[in-house]
């Protein structure tokens, strides 16, 4: 049972490169999310999904998209990416309707130069 | 989601009982008291959460008072590895968690 886990643990990109941050769950939860935390910040939420096929914004969405692709895997991707998105990301998850324990991947460093 | 008040930091020294304060004066009725805590730079773990009872767990228990505008993390007998962040969280009914800056534990020797 691994948890959550994330890939890659560390990215450097350029100014203007796109990437997929992964993250999958073996717990069989319903609900995942994805949140950044800058520097002696606590984490902001950028998306979440409250079950399969559902999406919904969190309070920092801009630059980014997601993809609920099954049950177990969440994405997130940058498009272009920007020097302002040099954060740690984590990916949580958690089961539905009641459970409030969060469960968090280990974090992508991510830098944009 | 409630807006939550806590102290940068705190000291304790190991094998004492650490009490962490938080003020969440804004919180609404149906809105959960949580606790989380994230070491060094690892992943934020799940600590607690109550509604209006006082809570116990096998890692700390949660005071919260009558009126419910505060609540007390109390972790019985700290250790170095206690050393960490501690966020405490008002709101999440959506499962939405609003985490703000929390505070810094340092367990002394």
């Known amino acids: 049972n691994a948890g959550v886990t994330q890939t890659p643990k560390f990215q450097v990109l350029k100014t203007g490169q796109s990437m997929t941050l992964q993250c999958a769950q073996d717990?069989?939860?319903?609900?995942m999310y994805w949140y950044r935390q800058d520097p002696g910040m606590g984490l902001r939420l950028i998306y979440y999904?409250?079950?399969?096929?559902?999406?919904d914004k969190g309070e920092v969405p801009n630059g980014y998209n997601v993809s609920r692709l099954n049950k177990r895997e969440f994405s997130l991707r940058l498009e272009s990416a920007a020097p302002s998105q040099t954060s740690v990301y984590f990916c949580?998850?958690?089961?539905?309707?009641?459970?409030?324990?969060?469960?968090f991947g280990p974090g992508t460093r991510l830098t944009v130069t | 989601d409630a807006k939550t008040t806590q102290p940068p930091s705190m000291d304790c020294a190991e094998g004492r009982a650490a009490n962490l304060p938080c003020n969440h004066s804004?919180?609404?009725?149906?809105?959960?008291v949580y606790w989380y805590r994230q070491i060094h730079s690892q992943g934020p773990q799940y600590i607690i959460h109550?509604?209006?009872n006082n809570e116990t767990n096998e890692m700390a228990s949660l005071i919260i008072t009558e009126d419910r505008k505060s609540s007390t993390l109390i972790l019985p007998h700290a250790t170095l590895r206690d050393t960490a962040v501690y966020y405490c969280?008002?709101?999440?009914?959506?499962?939405?968690?609003?985490f703000g800056t929390g505070t810094l534990l340092a367990v002394q020797p």
């Open positions: 717990m069989n939860h319903n609900s």
């Open positions: 969280i008002a709101g999440g009914a959506t499962n939405k968690l609003i």
């Open positions: 949580a998850s958690s089961e539905a309707g009641g459970t409030h324990e969060q469960y």
């Open positions: 109550g509604l209006k």
């Open positions: 804004t919180i609404s009725g149906n809105e959960y």
């Open positions: 999904s409250a079950s399969e096929g559902t999406t």
